[in-house]
């Protein structure tokens, strides 16, 4: 599977910005996703993923209650909502794909458990 992520930009502390990925080359309702940044001079760390299904949601604690991940496999996209932006949220975003789909959630906070990931897009919130 292909991915492309965008809809990043430069947006104040507070604001708000909604992330896409697009997914084609293969059957996208089969894949567990995931979105994870990368700043600059650290690690990529994990934000949220959501089941193939979209049933279910999983959050970093650094980000839950402010982004908000969902689905449309009939797009062959995900979303990643971005409300109350900080300065420590810049990064660059990227999306990941798992297949075949874990047996248990919470191994979709480990990177190594993705498959595919695509280039990403910046997010800049200025102070």
């Known amino acids: 599977v292909q991915l492309q992520a965008f809809g990043g930009g430069l947006v104040q502390t507070w604001g708000s910005l909604r992330l896409s990925c697009a997914a084609c080359?293969?059957?996208?309702?089969?894949?567990?996703m995931g979105w994870f940044r990368q700043a600059p001079g650290k690690e990529r760390e994990f934000l949220a993923a959501?089941?193939?299904?979209?049933?279910?949601?999983l959050y970093a604690d650094s980000v839950k209650g402010r982004f908000t991940m969902s689905r449309d496999n009939a797009k062959n996209t995900v979303y990643l909502q971005m409300d109350s932006l900080k300065p420590g949220d810049t990064a660059i975003y990227y999306c990941e794909a798992d297949s075949p789909p874990v047996a248990i959630l919470s191994e979709l906070r480990r990177e190594s458990t993705f498959d595919y990931w695509g280039q990403g897009t910046q997010v800049t919130v200025s102070s």
């Open positions: 959501i089941r193939w299904s979209g049933g279910r949601t």
């Open positions: 080359g293969s059957t996208f309702s089969r894949y567990d």
